[in-house]
């Protein structure tokens, strides 16, 4: 944490020049962020691995296909852009703000045409080069320069929390797609079991084996099946769409999906102190409390005297060569509490930026022990699940034989017929809820999708 404002902070001490004594150090800076971080402990609560957090984990799911879509959604998905222009426009900003450092160089000319009615004519013309240039004697402009330089670099960092927020967002679209897919071909699945029964009940009932109340029962359960293969259908399109759009496609449905794979391996955690230099978006906010330091101390320093000074050189046809040499000094002595209302509200942006920082490390730290927890959970849910799809299945095999000879209802083999439906369904379900959560947990101890996060400091045009 203290390497990432330590680097803002060296590039406003190189701004600062001769003013950098009133340039608010790194270290009360970092001291700043120090103490208002969160306590955390030595190792995460819910699961504990220990080892260094991977970058290049969409690897690890050794799925061509979703690098292909990772790829695409982060070449054109049109809100990545939109971030991507702010980090271009507070770039802009940062050498906006540097120019007020400069020396300021303008030209400017006229000619005068007088026409008097006793005939007489007077002309008149001239070109003057002005030049002119304020000291920033306090530093208030390279407080203010260094201010935009850590809001740019925080910029920066948010620009790469979209990039990984992007990259896991498309991974957990494709793999609802999968699970989508899987579900509707269960549901078709048991559409042809449901109508395979109607058949042969209508067949015994034609005969007289059977009887019309099941018959009617059965074309009833068709009707459900096929109904739910509609939703499914339904489902599977829609999320289709949603994909395509989120990596800059026409929303065409021409995604197709495939079938989940089983989660495997273990994602080493690291501790919850690297987070606070691993994640973006914290140090996002780490750069934007140095911002509100340093934008307080610009402000502040509106109340010292200003000094300017010029030149101006020049040409006339009437006075031949002109030149000049101005300076002034400029001191507020009463503005109706207008600079001391600057002052109070970067305070308040600056206690704002602190509380900020705050939220996003707790929320960063519940992220994390929410996925770790999940990891379990999940992994033992999905454990008892295939042991229900097997023996539900094995049960509805039996109460089928059963009803065949005999034994039992129509209800019995819907009842059991019911539960091996819905574990099967819940069994797709929370295998894809491991492969989403695996994606979140990756995405919560801050590791990248392709490479490991780089956050630059911004070299000011001088």
Known sequence: MIRNILLSATAAALLGGCAQNNVVPAPVVATAVQENAPAAPTRFQSSYLGGKVQDNWLKSFKDPTLNRLVKEGQRNNPDLRVAASRVERAIAMLNLTNTARMPRLDVSGGYEYTNWEAANRHDRGDIVLALSWEPDLWGRVANAVASDAEMTVATMADFEWARQSLSAQTARAWFLLGSDKMIYDFQKQVLNIQRKAERILTQQANIGSGNMRDVHMMRGMVAEARDNVQAALSTKER????????????????????????????????????????RADIIAAQYRVASAFHNVQ???????????????????????????????????????????????????????????????????YREVEDALAQEKHLKYRERYLTTMVKEFKTAYNMTNENYKIGQGTILDVLNAQSKWINARILQTQVRKERLVNRVNLHLALGGSFDRPPVVEVVEVKK
């Open 239 to 278: 999320d289709a769409r949603a994909l395509e759009i989120l990596i800059g496609r026409y929303p065409a449905n021409a995604l197709k999906a495939k079938n989940l794979r089983a989660v495997t391996g273990k994602v080493p955690s690291g501790v919850p102190l690297e987070l606070l230099n691993r």
């Open 298 to 364: 610009s402000m502040a320093l509106l109340k010292l005297p200003r000094i300017t000074l010029g030149g101006e050189l020049g040409a006339d046809v009437v006075q031949g060569s002109v030149s000049k040499f101005l300076s002034g000094i400029f001191m507020p002595v009463f503005d109706a509490g207008r600079i001391q209302s600057l002052i109070d509200a970067a305070s308040a942006d600056q206690k704002a930026a602190l509380a900020n920082y705050q939220s996003v490390v707790f929320n960063a």
